[in-house]
């Protein structure tokens, strides 16, 4: 509110201390995971809980690539490709589609936009069942096919939703000298107005991603087999498993968590742009 | 203008670029929804899921679900749990995004690490609280007890009243960031003049901020709540993984009850059922989000 007002160098300092102070009042979850995870499991269960591994242990972490039912190295890789391939079957499909939206007025236009913003607030309650039956049907059920093909229905309207504001915002008359350039709608597409919306295309990719990274529903329903499962369902399994085990338990969320944290950390720009732009403007 | 109009005149190529897309969502989303419904009208179990002959058995399911007491608590739950999660993310977001709009050295920075809590997958999230909120070496029950607020340790996840309550605190948890960003960039909407002025005219700082600042974030305060809304009352993971619904059922939400129906009972045509009621209520309320954002979105 007094935002233009310039503080002084006291305030400032004031400021900066609850702000510190902030952070690590709603970090501290994470923090208390990471510090679990490097923990003897004898000083988890120590009183009073010590707020710093006395002794470091990364026992939790060593163990899971050699033992255990199935090693959490196996279902992060399961979880990569599964983000992965629904990454990219949503941004394939949603850069044209988001560029047709706003570039051409066509038939059915309207009602097209319309079903994109009210799959976005469909419950997967909803889907599963019916889904289930599909994969079935198509045999793809207890393959990664299954997890990808349902993940992107979370990217795709998201990433239309997104992009259909990049592109409207590039002039036309930049389409227009690439036509007269001897480009075709096609082309002109492809060459000048995607190089242009790459930022947009960035954190369609992003998002669709995350959505699947954090994806729990999906990936258990139409996978079976623990060897087959994203992280996120090892993680489930294994807490009905070994429910106190919790330098595992954390050790886990804590690979989970790396490919966020390395999104966060190199690509912080298009989550923000991604968060606000794709909620209030649809 | 006629020059354009020449440029633009095959309006319907635009359809050939979106029908990939519109097919895949008609695929695995459209068809899925006609689906279901119609298996909520059905006796679909495990025996005739995949093939077999599906029986139709009209409202019987949806009447069933009058007379269930866990579908009657599961319909409350989840209300009771959405309005509490967004009364409380949205005051706490709406603070912070003050607080940060200030412009001192770190208010960037640390606005933007406070997003991570959003991008975390929920299953993730919801460990996190379980190990917060257990009952011998959770940290909440160790600072409750040196404060010496309780005197033997909350069972916070097995006990009716307060697994909701660890719920609702791992949901804003989840919330706050998404509120805060939002209206922060609302806030950065509102032109710094009218301050100015207001505080020429001797305004107070609670004066501005109901006269000015809350009017002029009506937009904002109207699509994150009812963002919020839709994003909450769907709610699964974090349930699922954190309670299961339990204990004796009295955590179950619309979603997690479906769930249990239809993989855990195989009784899918109840489950389905329960999603469609789930769905409708989302309906209902997407409206308003959908007439918001496509407000001034068509010329």
Known sequence: ?282 | MGKMKKLFRYENIGILFVFPAFLYMLIFVGYPIIRNIILSFQDVNAGNLVKGTKNFILFDNYMELFSDNVFRSSLSNTLRYTVLCLVFQFIIGFALALFFNRKFTLAKPIRGILLVPWMIPVTVTALMFKLLFATDIGVINYLLRSLHLIDTNVEWLTTPGTAMFALICANVWIGIPFNMILISTGLTTIPGELYESASIDGANKVQTFFRITLPLLKPTVESVLVLGFIYTFKVYDLVYVMTSGGPVNSTHMLSTYSYKLSFEMFKYSKGSAVANVLLLILLVVGMSYIKITTEGEEK
């Open chain 1, 1 to 282: 509110m007094d935002g233009e007002k310039r503080l002084s160098r006291r305030n400032n300092i004031i400021l900066c201390i609850i702000s510190l102070f902030i952070l690590c009042l709603l970090l501290f979850p994470l923090y208390w995971a990471l510090i679990t995870s490097l923990k003897m499991e004898r000083e988890i269960f120590q009183n009073p809980p010590t707020f710093y591994p006395h002794i470091l242990n990364l026992q939790s972490y060593a163990a899971q690539v050699e033992t255990g039912d199935f090693n959490m190295f196996r279902s992060f890789a399961n979880s990569f490709l599964i983000s992965l391939g629904a990454t990219v079957i949503a941004v394939l499909l949603a850069v044209p589609a988001s560029y047709g939206i706003a570039r051409y007025y066509f038939k059915g236009r309207k009602f097209m936009l319309l079903a994109f913003l009210v799959t976005q607030m469909l419950p997967v309650s909803v889907l599963l069942t019916p889904m289930f039956i599909m994969f079935k049907n198509m045999h793809v059920y207890n393959t990664w096919i299954a997890a990808m093909l349902a993940d992107a229905t979370i990217g795709i309207p998201f990433s239309i939703l997104i992009l259909k504001n990049y592109f409207a915002s590039i002039p036309k008359d930049l389409e227009e000298a690439a036509y007269l350039d001897g480009c075709n709608r096609f082309t002109a597409f492809g060459r000048i107005l995607i190089p242009i919306a790459r930022p947009g295309v960035m954190v369609c990719a992003i998002f669709s991603f995350l959505y699947a990274w954090g994806d729990l529903a999906y990936g258990m329903t139409f996978i079976l087999d623990q060897e087959k499962r994203p992280i996120t369902a090892g993680i489930f399994n294994f807490m009905g498993q070994y429910g106190t085990k919790w330098s595992y338990l954390t050790a886990f969320a804590v690979v989970t968590i790396i490919p966020v944290a390395l999104i966060f950390i190199f690509m912080q720009k298009y989550i923000v742009s991604g968060m606000t732009s794709g909620a209030v403007k649809g």
